[in-house]
């Protein structure tokens, strides 16, 4: 299902010598050993999850798409930005939508928050609040002004019943909230952490909201599991791109560089960077990720990749069967002289790029590639290809000896924060 080629990694060494290091820690990962052991629940998930409330999710979306023109996601990291990469990878960004999805409470600028309740004064909305901790400032801060909003437009009642919450079941401001005003709640698991939630309700209910179906989805999240509950490296695809990464950090590697040839994948990308960043940048280690969006980041990025510092390696996620395709046509004349393409179809002309470009990066450039390749860009592929990253990232990060669920950091600029603000509780 996902493929990791590693014919232009360039690796000094054999992946599968770490076999004995990568037994040890998936014990560590399932029997709860490692650090951070309290945030693995997303490993068994597949098996674990409220079926219950998937249905409820599955009636809430439904709701949504009957109530509003509108879908407020508002959320920040974790909290949004699983779902976006989902929703962006699998919908037509064009033409006119039954539901439209706009994303808030992930900035404090005031042009953008101003601009989207400025957008939504006269559409019909609903509102999904993301927060597992329920205090996230971006996303409080934006929640009040859409519920404020809300209630002046539609009343306490029905504005109660257009707003869905997602938080943790009993921690934060945003539960009891939710329960005085009494929104249709959705719980965040305890040991589930944000960057992890896109296969919880953080993600599902925003993702079928936008009629993607959450129950494909999660039968790829549940067939990965299965797949990658091995520590088999001849067979374990996760864990070959988990040592991989850590081999080409020891041939002097600081950054990878996660390529795709798709603008729909961007923030799939986004999505990874933070699974990888927040989870492995820490103790003054870690690759730093990074992504470009090919052949269109060619013309900027493309400089550096190819003759720049060599301290990155690229990831490049290929896509075998684009979504949509055509063929090229002739032209009378050829004044543009395209003529030669004709009859070649456009996912054609996009993997010759693909293709031509490994070529210049690994041979010419001597820049490491790595190939992640998926079949198609679908529902079941999507929840595949998370549990893929979920289970690589676990992997690489414990072999740094890093706890990969925490992100003691992201407090630093937080508490600068609230003392510039004059927070006092
Ligand atoms: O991965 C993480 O834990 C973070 O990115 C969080 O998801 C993000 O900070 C949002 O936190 P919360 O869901 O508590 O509002």
């Known amino acids: 299902m996902v493929k990791v080629d590693l014919s232009h990694a360039k690796l000094n060494e054999d992946v599968l010598s770490y076999q004995s290091e990568v037994s040890r820690i998936h014990r560590m990962i399932h029997d709860k050993t490692g650090k951070g052991s309290d945030y693995v629940g997303w490993v068994d998930w597949a098996n674990t999850y409220d079926k219950e409330e998937f249905a409820r999710i599955l009636d809430c979306a439904k709701r949504i798409q009957d109530q509003a023109e509108v879908l407020l996601v508002c959320g920040i990291g974790g909290s949004y930005l699983g779902a976006r990469a989902a929703i962006d990878m699998m919908t037509n960004p064009y033409g006119k939508k039954d539901l439209e999805i706009i994303y808030v409470g992930n900035t404090f600028s005031s042009t953008a928050v101003v601009r989207i309740l400025d957008y939504i004064k006269d559409k019909e909305v609903a509102c999904n609040v993301i927060s597992k901790s329920g205090t996230t400032t971006e996303t409080a801060l934006a929640f009040r002004l859409i519920r404020q909003f809300m209630e002046e437009k539609y009343g306490e009642t029905e504005a109660a019943r257009r707003i869905y919450a997602t938080t943790d079941a009993k921690n934060g401001l945003l539960k009891p909230l939710a329960d005085k005003k009494g929104y249709e709640t959705f719980v965040i698991p305890d ?27 999660m039968d790829g999240v549940k067939d990965a599991t299965h797949d990658y509950n091995t520590d088999d490296l001849t067979t374990n695809a996760a864990y070959v791109y988990g040592v991989t990464r850590r081999i080409l950090e020891k041939q002097g590697k600081s950054v990878e560089m996660f390529v795709s040839y798709e603008p729909h994948l961007v923030f799939l990308a986004e999505w990874w960077k933070q699974l990888f960043g927040e989870s492995e940048g820490k103790e003054d280690k870690g690759l730093l990720p990074a992504s470009v969006n090919f052949s269109t980041d060619l013309h900027s990025m493309g400089q550096f990749v190819q003759e720049g510092t060599k301290n990155l390696f690229e990831t490049v996620i290929r896509v075998v069967n684009p979504i949509e395709d055509m063929v090229f046509p002739s032209d009378e004349g050829d004044l543009d002289q395209l003529n030669y393409l004709e009859g070649k179809s456009l ?25 992640i390749e998926i079949e198609k860009v679908d529902a079941y592929t999507f929840g595949y290809l998370v549990y893929f990253f979920f289970k690589a990232l676990a992997m690489s990060v414990y072999m740094l000896d890093v706890n990969p669920f925490d992100q003691p950091g992201v407090e630093v600029y937080k508490r600068n924060m609230f003392r510039l603000l004059g927070k006092t509780k």
């Open 191 to 217: 040991d589930i952490g944000g960057r992890f939630s896109v296969i919880t309700p953080v993600g599902l209910l925003p993702i079928a909201a936008a009629g993607i179906d959450i129950n494909a989805l």
């Open 347 to 371: 996912n054609w002309v996009n993997e010759k790029a693909f293709e031509g470009t490994l070529e210049a990066h690994e041979i010419t450039g001597n820049v490491p590639n790595v190939i």
